[in-house]
């Protein structure tokens, strides 16, 4: 029988090989929980500095490329025939009814959010078609003006700049319009020209606001890629702006892209329960939970039977 | 020392070579039966191989015991490195009589020639460690075998380092060769639990779980000699933690760590 000594020795053996056998295998599960839960816990920070980063990028090159447009258009104003500029003098009808909506550039502007979603800012059914442009009149061919529609302004901001000299003020109000139409009209060109050529030392900005309809974005968006991101976002969109019928379309239309997709579910929910059909919403979600586990749908579900608000 | 151990006779039924009890196996059993076919041939010289430790010399053995009683066979286990000694040897063993000294095979020849029977058949000669004998003895070997009185069974160990084949007494000679492989792993499974259910061992057939022999099979590889050797060990560790710390052991399956401590000692798994 072998002694005591020689145990304990082949004891200590078996924990060296041991160490060295299973060592490495240790370390690299380790390392991998390590990585997991790095991941985990800056992911989403990371996620939305990489996503604020882009925006911002993207708002630069709108500027520039809005101020390019404008000095451009500002060349097409010096050369506008001699009857034109009669016609700016005397403004039609049409014109002077747009000239009297005008309102300031700064009021009620709204900047884009950081998730470079387009938010709906005041009124949704306003927003539709208002596309403003700040940029000088187009021409036709026979030296007319075009239509008072597809007017555009320049918005002299000197002083705002000059005071300031903040390029961030610039891609603050230069992203994304406010709702309001802001117009001049044609024949207030010659006194911008007027105070150009009074102070021609100042450094001029032009500004192009414009105000995207982040439905229409979507849906363009939708359909170029097809990305269920899109559609779910259109369905949110719809649900927010209480257009319930649509906001279940577009959570249907997700769930036919993606079934798993747990948002798909949730907005198609949420909005059968605004419109009544509550039991559809929980039949629904219950459907869910037997083949996914998701804490969201459950709370959903919870608040639905409860009878308690979500929203 | 407690004499009740209960892994005391255990270990020694692994004992190599000690006990023989000779346990048929998927690959032995077939070579035995090419073998015991091709002894029966009108053959010269044959070729028995494979690598050390997979139970070759256990299988002559078996043959030579079932063959024994019908007469006509000579097994030689140990080899020889003189010609005087072999064909005294021989001469023994052939006629059960103090052999006279021989000045060479050609006497030894002659004298066997005229005392056998012209028409009996060829004596089979079965030479364990074939690869130990010295060139020249090979060759006399090969000229008693052109003599149609012998026909001799060779064993040799097939290594990695010499290829003991390819040596010209063999390439130009041999008129057959038997190759025994290693063990499978369910031939290692079926070893350990046939040697515990031959002894009466039938309360240990539990100690050992698929994963044992698993083990057991990377540690040894499929090698009979080193298979007794680490079940050895294994249970001359176990009588130790049965004697002095038998609440580490459970009446179920071993721990692995028994095994790898058995193997750890006999050197077949190092921690350096």
């Given at each position: 029988m072998l002694s005591t000594s020689e145990i304990m020795e082949l004891e200590k053996r078996l924990l060296k090989y041991r160490a060295k056998k299973y060592g490495k295998y240790f370390f690299f599960i380790t390392l991998f929980f390590t990585i997991s839960l790095c991941f985990y816990f800056f992911y989403p920070t990371a996620l939305s500095w990489f996503q604020k980063n882009t925006s911002d990028t993207n708002a630069t090159t709108l500027v520039q490329s809005n101020m390019n447009t404008v000095k451009t258009k500002e060349n097409n104003q010096t050369l506008l025939p001699d009857k034109?500029?009669?016609?700016?003098?005397?403004?039609s009808p049409q014109e002077s009814s747009i000239k009297t909506t005008n309102v300031p550039i700064l009021e009620n502007q709204h900047v884009v959010s950081q998730d470079h979603q387009i938010k709906n800012i005041s009124d949704t059914t306003s927003r539709k078609n208002d596309f403003l442009v700040l940029n000088m009149p187009d021409i036709k061919p026979d030296g007319k003006?075009?239509?008072?529609?597809e007017e555009t302004v320049i918005l002299n901001d000197d002083d705002a700049y000059s005071k300031k000299n903040d390029s961030s003020l610039l891609s603050q109000t230069a992203v994304v319009a406010p709702s309001p139409y802001l117009q001049v009209a044609p024949n207030e060109i010659p006194k911008l020209e007027q105070q150009k050529e009074e102070e021609p030392v100042k450094n001029k900005v032009f500004i192009e606001t414009q105000e995207i309809d982040s439905l229409h974005y979507l849906k363009d968006k939708f359909e170029k890629t097809h990305n269920i991101v899109f559609s779910l976002m259109l369905a949110e969109e719809y649900y927010m702006i209480k257009n319930y019928e649509e906001s279940l379309k577009w959570a249907l239309l997700s769930n036919d892209i993606d079934s798993s997709n747990e948002r798909s579910w949730i907005w198609f929910a949420k909005a059968k329960n605004k419109l009544g059909q509550k039991e559809d919403a929980i039949k629904a979600l219950k459907a869910y939970l037997q083949s996914h586990q998701s804490k969201e749908v459950k709370g959903l579900l919870n608040q639905l039977n409860s009878g308690n608000s979500y929203d | 020392m407690n004499k009740t151990n209960a892994y005391t006779d255990v270990k020694n039924i692994f004992i190599d070579g000690g006990v023989f009890d000779y346990v048929n196996l998927d690959k032995s059993?077939?070579?035995?039966?090419?073998?015991?076919?091709?002894?029966?041939?009108?053959?010269?010289i044959i070729l028995f191989f494979g690598r050390p430790g997979i139970g070759k010399t256990f299988l002559l053995q078996k043959i030579y015991n079932?063959?024994?009683?019908?007469?006509?066979?000579?097994?030689f286990p140990r080899p020889f490195f003189d010609e005087k000694e072999f064909v005294k040897s021989l001469y023994e063993e052939l006629f059960m009589e103090t052999s006279p000294n021989f000045s060479g095979y050609d006497e030894f020849l002659s004298i066997v020639s005229k005392r056998l029977d012209k028409?009996?058949?060829?004596?089979?000669?079965?030479?364990?460690e074939a690869q130990l004998y010295p060139d020249d003895l090979i060759e006399k070997i090969r000229l008693m075998a052109d003599s149609r009185r012998f026909k001799f069974l060779f064993t040799i160990h097939k290594t990695e380092k010499e290829d003991i084949l390819a040596k010209d007494y063999f390439t130009t000679r041999i008129w057959e060769t038997i190759e025994l492989?290693?063990?499978?792993l369910g031939e290692v499974?079926?070893?350990?639990?046939?040697?515990?259910?031959?002894h009466n061992k039938f309360e240990h057939l539990n100690l050992f779980k698929n994963c044992h022999y698993k083990l057991i099979m990377q540690l040894t590889q499929g090698n009979l000699r080193n298979t007794n050797k680490?079940?050895?060990k294994v249970f001359e560790i176990l009588e130790y933690y049965d004697e002095n710390k038998p609440s580490r052991l459970s009446s179920r399956a071993i721990n692995k760590k028994y095994i790898e401590m058995a193997a750890l000692s006999l050197g077949m798994i190092h921690n350096a």
């Open positions: 034109a500029k009669k016609q700016e003098e005397t403004p003006f075009l239509t008072p529609k | 059993a077939i070579a035995y039966d090419k073998l015991v076919q091709t002894l029966k041939k009108p053959l010269k079932d063959l024994k009683g019908k007469g006509g066979i000579i097994f028409d009996a058949p060829p004596i089979s000669v079965l030479i364990d492989y290693h063990l499978s499974q079926t070893y350990i639990e046939k040697k515990l259910l031959y680490l079940m050895y």
